[in-house]
């Protein structure tokens, strides 16, 4: 069974932790948001050719092509 720690040990402890967390700086954090961005584009570009391409083959076996 673990023992019960007080708030004030509590607070100490994370206080502890979160000193060593390496903290992105703010040009690190720009850089990787527009990175995210751009991915979400080509990703959804990406998925709107396959989505038209797979459309158009499927028409075109079942025989509705335009």
Known sequence: MA??????MFLQQVRDEVAKVSWP??????????????M???AAIFFLLADQVM??????ILGFAR
């Open 40 to 42: 979400a584009t080509i």
């Open 55 to 60: 459309g158009w083959g499927i028409g075109l």
């Open 3 to 8: 023992t019960k720690t007080n708030p004030f």
């Open 25 to 38: 700086t703010r040009n690190e954090t720009a850089i990787t948001t527009v990175m995210v961005f751009v």
